[in-house]
């Protein structure tokens, strides 16, 4: 397979058409940027479309649209369908990045922008691998694209996209480049992610904001109140309070444990990557396990009262926040939302009135390592990293995992090239150029050796 002399040829070209995405703050959250999203649709749509696929076309949703694209050369080959996606989270605070996020730049050998490792810098690698094997007649099998536009939204008009064009999806894997390895010289597939349940809680006290002059410490402060419910919803141990929240929670054995404890893992480089002087989580657990196989609770964000320049003093009507829970094998994202919104309820004083609202949510996965797809992207990563690639578990969530397995019937695969380190939905993103070209270079030994696995097994 002549990948190299093609993907040496045309790297510069290939960083540039990225960059062109990049420039396009494609944010599912905010609706002032959705043409921006559309259009960003419609450039993916270009490019596969140039790359060699055929039926290209955006499929509407209620929401944003889906790029479907395909290339069957034998309908008795195999079949990979190919799952990205093209939103972007907010590039809040936007003081806080060192360049401006959607106007890419190279430092450090990196590409520096919001999406060029979630997921736009990963999905393009799979339209440049396509193009190299289209244009090096290589191309050992069926391939099918299907690149999303609401991932970081939730996925939420996905399922009815799947239901309605079941036939049409139909593969023998779902390959997905959306997550993590170890480290460049240390490769792996993650074989597990976890689910999330993303809640949305609003107190109100006063019918207004209040002197606080004049009423404070007569009528309830729903900034305080918030803050220690919140705060009660984690023991000393950091274990989570809100009865039943463990129930389905699986509990791993000390010799599965002691595998997942394997991973390459520095504690004290962790800690000077982040800047911090010590960890804190779930006693009992070591870091690695905190971050992949339990579940948490944090706030992503805590808003009331004034916060702008100077002193302004009120005693705030309201207080609110945003909760995600990330959830682990047996979980169910709608039996946790529901204890949640319960549980938030019942610790409420009787000065406040409180609101909760589920976001989106997702459910927890974990792919097979004895499948023809995990023993050909081990072996491709072998092929490309000269070793062999560490089977994870990672702390992400992907919603549509699930899906893929409950409507379509359909195993996915996780290759994915980002590092932990690459700041996603953080300021300063980066995705490394290594990592780029890596994968340009992997995935298409993944499709040969994918084929000629599957191939030997109907032998």
């Known amino acids: 397979m002549e990948v190299l002399p093609y993907l040496n040829k045309n790297k510069q070209r290939f960083v540039d058409e990225l960059f062109e995405m990049l420039r396009l703050p494609s944010v599912s959250a905010d609706p002032k940027f959705a043409n921006d999203v559309v259009a960003t649709a419609e450039y993916v749509k270009k490019r596969i479309e ?14 944003f649209p889906v790029v479907y694209g395909e290339k069957i050369i034998d309908p008795k080959l ?27 730049v190279i430092k450090n050998d990196s590409i520096y922008a919001r999406g060029s490792c979630d997921d736009k810098g990963q999905m393009y690698m799979h339209v440049k691998a396509f193009e190299i094997m289209m244009r090096t007649n290589s191309l050992p099998c069926n391939i099918k694209f299907m690149i999303e536009g609401e991932e970081e939204v939730g996925s ?6 799947l239901k309605k064009y079941k036939d049409k999806l139909q593969a023998d894997v779902v390959v997905v480049s959306d997550s993590s390895m170890i480290a460049n010289d240390c490769p792996s597939l993650t074989i597990g992610l976890r689910g999330l349940s993303y809640m949305e809680v609003e107190v109100t006290g006063a019918n207004r904001d209040l002197h606080s002059g004049t009423y404070g410490g007569a009528v309830a402060n729903p900034i305080n109140i918030l803050a220690k419910m919140i705060a009660s919803m984690k023991d000393d141990n950091n274990r989570i309070t809100i009865p039943g929240f463990y129930d389905e929670v699986e509990n791993y054995t000390e010799e599965e444990r002691a595998e997942i404890a394997k991973r390459p893992f520095n504690l004290e480089t962790y800690k000077k990557e982040l800047a911090i002087s010590d960890i804190e989580g779930e006693a009992g657990y070591s870091t690695i396990e905190r971050a992949t196989i339990r579940p948490t609770l944090d706030c992503n964000g805590i808003w009331g009262g004034y916060t702008g320049a100077g002193a302004k003093t009120v005693l705030p009507s309201k207080a609110s926040a945003k909760i995600s829970m ?28 409180v609101k909760v609202n589920s976001h989106h949510g997702g459910e927890p996965v974990v792919t097979p390592t004895d499948s023809i797809a995990y023993h050909a992207a081990s072996k491709a990563m072998e092929k490309t990293f000269g070793k062999k690639a560490i089977p994870t578990f990672e702390g992400g969530s992907i919603p549509v995992i699930a899906s893929f397995k409950n409507i ?46 599957s191939r030997d097994a109907q032998i």
């Open 50 to 63: 140039e790359a060699g696929a055929e039926n290209v076309a955006l499929i509407p949703t209620e929401g």
């Open 78 to 104: 195999p079949t990979v369908l190919v799952y990205g996606h093209y939103d972007v989270q907010p590039a809040d605070p936007y003081e806080l990045w060192e360049t401006p996020p959607f106007e890419p």
């Open 156 to 161: 939420s008009h996905l399922n009815d996209f």
């Open 326 to 353: 990330r959830l682990v094998p047996n979980q169910s994202s709608e039996k946790i939302s529901n204890l949640f919104a319960a549980h938030f309820k019942s610790i409420a004083p009787a000065s406040v009135t």
């Open 408 to 453: 379509l019937g359909i195993q996915s695969l996780l290759m994915g090239f980002g590092l932990d380190t690459d700041a996603l939905h953080s300021p300063n993103e980066h995705y490394g150029l290594f990592n780029f070209y890596k994968g340009i270079e992997t995935i298409p030994y993944f499709y040969q050796y994918f084929t000629e696995l």
